[in-house]
């Protein structure tokens, strides 16, 4: 598509790899590029979320590797003095075969991932069996925040683990909201530019295009759409956290989290620098161009799309200087 774009010939467009052409190519690399960071960036958050590298113990020195959030449980209040019947049922074959695994080689990978961390340096992966799945077990217990600990210690842990993961879903659950409304758009526009510059001809470097098929109507098309692309994006990259504030009334502050600030300035200066260079692009094409049907269309696509465009972008500023000075 792009080399289409850029040095497909054909009569009524501007010369191949000329200003126009490069210029028409900042709106699609804007295109393409906004949702691939925006999905870059729900992929860091997701990481991000579902995984820490601390410790889940209170004071360790050990190597800390990459752990899964949700940490373990055991009934708090059931440490050295446990009943003897909680004592029996956590040595039950069926309860350690959860968690250690049931072979020599997954045993012995398991007990070399403990060592790497400091745990486990005293056992022998050929001493006792059932010493090891004891040894195993525990340890896994611990590395997952499950060794016993106080009603308070456990209580406190739960309280921690919220607060990271409402602060952490806040920005994660908007994030991807963004990111998918940013695809959509692009997959759509991408569609449609893709699909008109192929009725001109099958090769990028031929000259005549499929009968029928007028090419300034084309490039106008192809404009259009792009010019349309700059309106959507702008608006749906706030309108996540515009349908959070819906239910409230417009007096309300409209923060946007910090987090997401900086993408949604990334897309408003992306999306206002595209919308120009398609205006370039029309009145370029409105000059050129002998009919007067291609100059009306060219300019009144450049009027309202950069005007909406900012028109949005005013708002934007507008709404993140009442945030400064509310």
């Keep these: 598509m792009i080399a289409a774009l850029l040095f497909r010939k054909a009569t009524d467009l501007p010369p191949p790899a000329s200003l126009e052409r490069w210029l028409t190519l900042v709106p699609v690399l804007a295109s393409m590029g906004l949702p691939l960071v925006a ?9 991000q979320f579902y995984y820490t590298p601390r410790s889940f113990e209170t004071n360790s020195s050990n190597a800390a590797y990459p752990r899964f959030i949700l940490s373990a449980l055991r009934v708090p209040g059931s440490g050295p003095r446990q009943s003897q019947p909680m004592k029996d049922a956590r ?49 896994l217990f611990k590395a997952t925040s499950g060794d016993f600990k106080s009603l308070e210690q456990e209580s406190a842990k739960m309280e921690a683990s919220i607060v990271r993961h409402q602060r952490k879903m806040l ?57 349309l692309w700059c309106c959507v994006a702008i608006v749906i990259v706030r309108r996540p956290v515009d349908w959070v504030f819906a239910e409230v009334e417009n007096s309300k502050k409209r923060e946007t989290p910090p987090s ?29 161009t002998s009919s007067v049907t291609n100059r009306v269309w060219a300019i009144c696509a450049c009027i309202i799309s950069t005007g909406l465009v900012l ?11 009442k945030e400064r000075s509310g």
């Design 39 to 47: 999905l870059y960036l729900l992929i860091r958050d997701l990481t």
């Design 91 to 139: 040595g039950e074959s069926y309860v350690s075969n959860l968690i250690v695994p049931g072979t020599a080689f997954m045993r012995e990978r398991l007990l070399r991932e403990a060592k790497t961390v400091g745990a486990l340096t005293h056992v022998d992966i050929r001493g006792n069996q059932g010493q090891l799945v004891r040894e195993l077990r525990d340890y």
């Design 171 to 227: 920005t994660l659950v908007l994030r991807y909201s963004k990111a998918f409304l940013l695809t959509i758009a692009t997959t759509v526009v991408t569609i449609v530019s893709a699909g008109v510059l192929s009725l001109l001809n099958d090769s990028p470097t031929a000259s005549a295009p499929i009968s029928g098929v007028r090419p300034d109507y084309v490039w106008l098309t192809m404009l259009t759409a792009y010019a």
């Design 260 to 288: 997401l600030k900086s993408f949604e300035r990334a897309t408003l200066v992306t999306t206002v620098i595209s919308s120009i260079a398609v205006a370039w692009s029309l009145l370029a094409f409105a000059a050129e």
């Design 311 to 321: 028109l949005s972008a005013v708002r934007i500023l507008l709404i993140e200087s």
